[in-house]
């Protein structure tokens, strides 16, 4: 999606300030990805700490105008909230009423314009190295959009003036389906990127208690 001045120079003082404040750190499972665009698009799954997740892990990519983080779309009416979300890229989706308009956005993006879309398949933040049941829209557009897909892990909650830390997975495809999606598969693949979640968290703390 090709970013007007105003959008680009908010972005770019946003991610500066992020810098400054959080310091992120990241720490890559495999190869490094990101900053390059050679591997995009991507669906990122992360887990959700608090409302600078995406900010905060687009600006450790290095990814930060080509990032379209979910938010819940009730956020967008908010006066100041409202105005960071519509500014940095978010997709609304709406929690009260459920529908796949998410979805289809996503795929514009993914599909069209080349670019990632990250869901925090949660659905509301956690304690800290919490995980709470994932939702199964994350499956679905996983299946449908057939791109790569990469679980961030993110070690909050973050804190200013302190190193923020994210580990990166290694990126994968979502397996074929013989019977389609039905909700056996859904649930199935759902619990997989969860406990996937959970083995990138487990894997980062090993790491850092090694520092």
């Known amino acids: 999606m090709k970013l007007n ?3 680009r120079i908010f972005m770019a003082v946003i991610d500066a300030i992020i810098k400054v404040l959080y310091h992120p750190v990241v720490h890559y499972e495999g190869e490094k990805w ?3 665009g050679t591997d995009f698009p991507a669906i990122i ?8 997740d995406g900010p905060v892990m687009s600006s450790a990519l290095g990814i930060y105008e080509r990032l379209h983080c979910l938010a819940a779309k009730d956020r967008f009416d908010d006066k100041w909230f409202g105005f960071w979300l519509r500014h940095t890229n978010c997709i609304p989706i709406d929690r009260e009423n459920p529908n796949i308009s ?7 993006l993914l599909k069209a314009d080349k670019e990632c879309v990250a869901i925090f398949p949660e659905g509301r933040h956690g304690r800290r190295r ?3 049941p994932f939702h199964s829209g994350v499956t679905l557009l ?4 057939g791109e790569p897909v990469i679980l961030v ?3 909050g909650p973050l804190r200013i003036f302190h190193s923020s830390h994210i ?5 994968f495809r979502v397996r074929d389906s013989e019977e389609g999606i039905s909700p056996e598969f859904v649930k199935e693949q759902t619990e997989l990127f969860q406990n996937g979640m959970k083995d990138l968290m487990n894997e980062y703390i090993r790491i850092s208690d090694g520092r």
Not at 102 to 108: A, E, T, V
Not at 142 to 145: G, L, Q, T
């Open 153 to 155: 892990y993110i070690d």
């Open 102 to 108: 998410w979805i289809h956005d996503s795929m514009r």
């Open 167 to 171: 580990m990166v997975g290694k990126p």
């Open 45 to 52: 799954i992360a887990n959700h700490t608090g409302h600078l």
């Open 130 to 132: 919490e995980q709470l």
């Open 5 to 7: 001045l105003g959008n």
């Open 34 to 36: 990101g900053k390059d």
């Open 142 to 145: 996983a299946v449908m959009a």
